[in-house]
């Protein structure tokens, strides 16, 4: 990537209720990006032998080991998918998870179909927009890094280096992941919907409007009012997440989760016969807060998560694939090299964007 991510800002924040359902905090769930393993055992475990106080050196192990070049990939693996597993995605929490056979696949798009209208006998009925010919196709790319454990590695018995880059290539995987994700859901050519093309009875859900109650508004009741464009009927979506990036996260909790709302610049004009409310509203409308280190400047947005508006789709399973380390290997033969690919196949997109908004705002929120 060409811009430096701070991954020690992801987190993802529940709303803690208590008795009768009422709103009694926030818990963060920071998204350790850096774990630390806990394996359930050591993947280089052949290295010493149960004769031997310490272990073999790397080179000897290879002399005496002639399945050495396939037991070093298998703890490289471990550690590799260990890392990966132990990783939990902020993006999950939004996506829809499929698997894939095929190039690319289609889904309804707007599957969604709302409520069936009164059509009594001898009017027209009227069709929804859902339709194969009009779906969604989602393309499957194949992603692909190699690394190199080169033979000095092993001549001088560098096994740490090489725990790190088996550390890395797991790690790599989930930061591909979470990089393509939020690259999708940050661009807003992704973001299509508009009241004016029958979509919503408010108007575009991709706006640059700033954070503050009155845009908050607009755009809760744009995911509200998402209907299918033919029949008119409502779908019943209402945003149950807010996603920002690390720069809005405290400004939009504290909206979120103050007891009150309070006037920032006084009264204007005559006094009023009652004061203003100071119960908060929107306290607790939101069940779920992500954040991520990949939404840049003040970008955010709102989705409802259980509409899965968004599809990923998995063709293969992240795998690491060896070279053998003998004269069948160029690597091997020319460079002195043992070479790892790691690699995944999958895709991913909107197939239902009308439960989604998004704010492609770089001013701060006007939360006071």
């Given at each position: 990537?060409?811009?430096?991510v ?79 597993a ?20 289609q ?56 725990r ?24 807003g ?21 700033i ?9 809760l ?39 009150g ?108």
């Amino acid at each position: 990537m060409a811009d430096m991510v701070d991954t020690s800002k992801a987190k993802i924040v529940e709303i803690q209720r208590g008795i009768n359902d009422q709103v009694s905090g926030f818990k963060d769930h920071p998204v350790n990006y850096n774990p630390r393993l806990e394996l359930a055992y050591d993947p280089f475990e052949w290295l010493k032998p149960q004769d031997r106080k310490f272990r073999m050196q790397l080179q000897e192990a290879f002399v005496m080991h002639p399945d050495a070049a396939n037991l070093l990939r298998d703890g490289i693996k471990f550690i590799a998918f260990s890392t990966y597993a132990g990783i939990a995605p902020t993006y999950a929490q939004l996506v829809r998870k499929e698997s894939s056979n095929r190039p690319e696949e289609q889904y309804l798009r707007d599957g969604a179909m709302g409520t069936v209208p009164r059509a009594p006998s001898g009017s027209e009925v009227k069709f929804v927009t859902s339709a194969l010919e009009g779906g969604t196709k989602i393309q499957n790319f194949l992603y692909r890094m190699g690394v190199e454990v080169t033979g000095d590695d092993i001549k001088f018995d560098r096994l740490g280096k090489i725990r790190q880059i088996a550390y890395e290539l797991g790690k790599s995987a989930i930061m591909t992941e979470e990089s393509d994700f939020w690259t999708a859901v940050t661009t807003g050519a992704n973001y299509v919907r508009n009241s004016t093309t029958l979509d919503n009875d408010i108007g575009a859900n991709t706006l640059s409007t700033i954070f503050n109650a009155t845009d908050l508004d607009t755009a809760l009741t744009t995911i509200s009012t998402a209907k299918d464009k033919k029949s008119g009927s409502y779908l019943g979506y209402n945003a149950d997440t807010i996603w920002c990036g690390p720069r809005s996260e405290f400004a939009i909790k504290q909206f979120l989760m103050s007891d009150g709302l309070y006037r920032a610049g006084g009264w204007s004009g005559a006094a009023e016969t009652r004061g203003g409310g100071t119960y908060n509203p929107y306290r607790g409308l939101l069940s779920k807060m992500v954040v991520s280190p990949w939404v840049n400047s003040y970008l955010w947005g709102l989705c409802d998560s259980s509409a899965y508006g968004y599809v990923w789709q998995t063709v293969e399973p992240w795998q690491i694939l060896q070279e053998n380390m003998n004269e069948t290997s160029e690597a091997w033969l020319t460079r002195d090299a043992i070479r790892y690919v790691l690699r995944g196949y999958f895709g991913h997109g909107f197939v239902d964007d009308r439960a989604w908004f998004f704010s492609s705002t770089t001013s701060a929120p006007t939360v006071v």
